[in-house]
């Protein structure tokens, strides 16, 4: 049996765009139930190594700005002198390290669909027009768009992989909002009663595969929902540096953890994702 935990970067809105993050995307940890234990034994070795518990979330963007239970890792700096009082550069790079490798040696593949919505919406005509004359509702529905377009590639790459295995599988979803949770049990309802015609799948095939979709809150603390937290935080800097967009350099952490991310990727042979206006791995 596999899982698929998903988990978004960004936000789906289509008005006031930051210039700086431009980027929708969903990524997904395809976990099979018999490698999770290591998954939750390494992350909790580097949690209990650090702070002393496993009570940490490891959130992308914490990590990235070392603030919350990350901040033990920035170097402590006097506000009036702004002299050094503390370096923790070495534990800092200790904690890299170990995050590196936790994340190379974790066995789990990795699924992440993304759209730059400015492009999105530069290629959609009557997009632009609504936004022009501030169509709420129609923006609105827009927005369900763009989610359920991006659910979709990810769930046809899902149901490709377990067609490729001969397996079962179940997609565990980070609850996000009534409206976003919706689009996602909506396009997984419409596989389970329509099928996937592009792949030749019958609405019985696709039960056969796709067995049941969940949803957690944060405070469930799955270790394979942080790692489609990480997953797409990560691609998504990848994306911002692709597109060109005003974005600072990525560090060389950052840019190893892309890596890592990037080497997990499950590329689908059965044309099962076909949107162009999405990026994938």
């Known amino acids: 049996m596999y899982k698929l935990y998903l988990d978004e970067s960004g936000k789906n809105t289509l008005t006031q765009i930051k210039d700086w993050m431009p980027h929708f995307s969903i990524g997904g940890a395809l976990v099979h139930e018999r490698k999770d234990e290591f998954i939750r034994e390494r992350a909790d070795q580097i949690k209990f190594k650090y702070w002393g518990h496993s009570n940490v979330t490891f959130r992308g963007n914490n990590i990235r700005r070392l603030d919350e239970d990350f901040a033990i890792f920035?170097?402590?700096?006097?506000?009036?002198?702004?002299?050094?009082?503390?370096?923790?550069?070495?534990?800092?790079?200790?904690?890299?390290?170990?995050?590196?490798?936790?994340?190379?040696?974790?066995?789990?593949?990795?699924?992440?669909?993304?759209?730059?919505?400015?492009?999105?919406?530069?290629?959609?005509?009557?997009?632009?027009?609504?936004?022009?004359?501030?169509?709420?509702?129609?923006?609105?529905?827009?927005?369900?768009?763009?989610?359920?377009?991006?659910?979709?590639?990810?769930?046809k790459i899902y149901t490709c992989y377990l067609a490729q295995e001969n397996a079962h599988g179940q997609i565990i979803v980070e609850a996000s909002d009534i409206t976003q949770d919706g689009d996602v049990l909506a396009i997984y309802n419409q596989f389970m009663f329509n099928?996937?015609?592009?792949?030749?799948?019958?609405?019985?095939?696709?039960?056969?595969?796709?067995?049941?979709?969940?949803?957690?809150?944060?405070?469930?603390?799955?270790?394979?929902?942080q790692l489609a937290d990480l997953g797409s935080h990560f691609l998504h800097l990848q994306a911002r540096v692709d597109d060109k967009v005003p974005y600072k350099k990525s560090t060389q952490f950052e840019d190893n953890i892309i890596r890592a991310f990037q080497s997990k990727a499950f590329v689908d042979s059965c044309n099962a994702a076909q949107n162009l206006s999405t990026r994938r791995l």
């Open 74 to 155: 920035k170097d402590v700096i006097d506000p009036q002198s702004k002299k050094m009082i503390k370096d923790n550069s070495q534990l800092r790079n200790d904690f890299y390290a170990d995050f590196q490798k936790y994340i190379e040696v974790s066995k789990f593949q990795f699924i992440w669909v993304c759209v730059n919505k400015k492009d999105w919406i530069t290629k959609n005509p009557p997009i632009a027009h609504a936004i022009a004359q501030n169509w709420d509702k129609t923006i609105t529905s827009f927005e369900k768009q763009l989610t359920r377009n991006v659910v979709e590639e990810v769930i």
């Open 195 to 225: 099928g996937l015609p592009s792949m030749g799948m019958t609405n019985i095939q696709v039960r056969d595969r796709l067995t049941c979709i969940s949803f957690a809150t944060k405070n469930n603390r799955d270790h394979e929902t």
